[in-house]
């Protein structure tokens, strides 16, 4: 249950949206956390001898140094667990829906997945079993409090047709109106404390524990006070009916708002398979970027996985990229122009707006606004694309004006690069924070540093 890379993906692509909209002067609160309750993590946590707090602590404290050493920006941390912050919410969240007349006793048999932390039905298998866990879900039949999904189907069909709840990428929003369309049964929101016992008892209830979507949903309201309703939630696929379906029924039954966005990613398969402990395939964020760097790590998956698609992790195409577009691209472009700065002492190496050279200035602005347009919709991968054309288009014109030689246009070809250097600077920002400081600096400094070393 140690952190791998799809979850620093996810917290790397939010890291990206709270930094850049930091930057447009937005007041951004950037929250993440830990689900600590529910069967799977006791069960894990058995298995090695261990007792659920103390199992869920670990992983917390891992989860918590991931967040330092992938640099991010997050504003809190909450972990379910939270006995002053969290479960306090969660109670009064599920009295809320109580007194809706939302929450009722109701006896059932199905089939549940301890994967999924969920009941599921027929459609969610293929072969007899569960499309995500690739396992055999358990037959259960017991008494369980219920909430009343099946009320808010309806408006929560139309929220999500109109783009109340905007599901991005689209296909994640039809899949969703098709589920829907098929029937939003009313879902279970407890367990029987005797097979479920870490996790928040039900209020007036103590045979019973609160479910743990029921439980960690509610982060959203416990980790961000005054905050809701939240501008974006960044999630992977696996959990995307609970945050489409579940989380707005409960949200409507509370009269909240609604959440603005929902932006569901992929998955990262390694050498094209999926990562699983028991194939030995899993990758450690703490490694490769031991090895390779923060913002070398940052860079690979933002660039190299498509932002709501899947996308492969080897070795060699991270070692291919971090060669080709950090070292040789960018690392080279700013050793090379403040070289050309420290030698040419002559001339006036502060940038200066000059008349000339129009198509360069419009090259710059043309970059910026198809790299602001990219971010807004998510597509960070095409926003670096961006930059990295604004890279190649530098180094052309640096072959062309050769501003080594000393003529005529020397200062301003030098002004143009130092201005585009800078502008680089600026837009990398909240895709590698680090290497856009160094750049500052070098650019400050007029010291020049290899930023990406070949490997
Ligand atoms: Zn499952």
Redesign the pocket.
């Known amino acids: 249950m140690s952190p791998h890379l799809g979850f620093a993906l996810e917290l790397i692509q939010a890291d990206v949206l709270a930094r850049h909209h930091r930057i447009l002067g937005e007041n951004v609160f950037f929250l993440t956390g830990t689900d600590e309750h529910g069967r799977k993590v006791a069960e894990a946590a058995g298995k090695i001898g261990k007792s659920p707090a103390r199992f869920s602590s670990e992983i917390a404290t891992q989860f918590k140094a991931l967040t330092k050493i992938l640099n991010l920006s997050n504003n809190n941390f909450i972990r379910t667990t939270d006995k002053k912050r969290h479960w306090p919410v969660v109670k009064k969240v599920w009295l809320g829906l109580k007194k809706k007349g939302d929450i009722c006793k109701k006896k059932y048999r199905g089939l549940y997945?301890?994967?999924?932390e969920?009941f599921?039905t027929k459609k969610?298998l293929i072969n007899g079993k569960?499309?995500?866990?690739q396992?055999e879900?358990e037959r259960i039949e017991e008494e369980n409090y219920f909430f009343r999904l099946s009320k808010y189907a309806k408006k929560i069909e139309k929220s999500i047709k109109n783009n109340e709840i905007k599901i991005i990428p689209g296909s994640r929003k039809n899949e969703m109106l098709s589920f829907i369309r098929q029937g939003l049964e009313d879902v279970s929101f407890s367990r029987p404390r005797k097979d479920l016992k870490w996790g928040i008892s039900v209020p007036d209830d103590d045979s019973h524990t609160i479910y743990c979507w029921a439980d960690a949903l509610t982060n959203y309201l416990s980790g961000a006070p005054g905050r809701w309703p939240a501008d974006i939630h960044c999630i992977g696929k696996?959990i995307q009916k609970f945050h489409c379906l579940i989380w707005p029924g409960m949200l409507l039954s509370l009269g909240l708002k609604l959440p603005r966005i929902i932006f569901v990613h992929g998955f990262i398969t390694v050498v094209g398979q999926k990562m699983s402990k028991s194939l030995g395939n899993v990758i450690d964020p703490f490694e490769l970027v031991k090895k390779y760097g923060v913002d070398a790590v940052r860079y690979f998956l933002l660039r190299e996985i498509p932002s709501t698609e899947d996308g492969d992790f080897t070795y060699e195409k991270f070692e291919a990229r971090y060669n080709s577009d950090l070292a040789k691209g960018l690392g080279n472009l700013v050793a090379r122009v403040i070289t050309m700065v420290i030698k040419s002492k002559s001339v006036e190496t502060r940038y200066q707006q000059t008349k000339g050279n129009r198509l360069f200035i419009s090259f710059v602005k043309k970059t910026q606004n198809k790299y602001k347009k990219f971010v807004e919709n998510f597509k960070f991968n095409e926003a670096l694309i961006s930059i990295w054309d604004l890279i190649s288009f530098c180094d052309k014109y640096i072959e062309k004006e050769r501003p080594w030689e000393e003529k005529e246009n020397q200062k301003e070809v030098i002004s143009n690069l130092l201005f585009s250097l800078s502008e680089i600077a600026k837009l990398l920002q909240p895709f590698l924070p680090e290497t856009s400081e160094k750049i500052y600096q070098q650019l400050k400094n007029k010291k020049s540093e290899p930023l990406f070393p070949r490997i």
């Open positions: 997945c301890v994967g999924c969920a599921i969610d569960c499309v995500i866990h396992k879900p696996d």
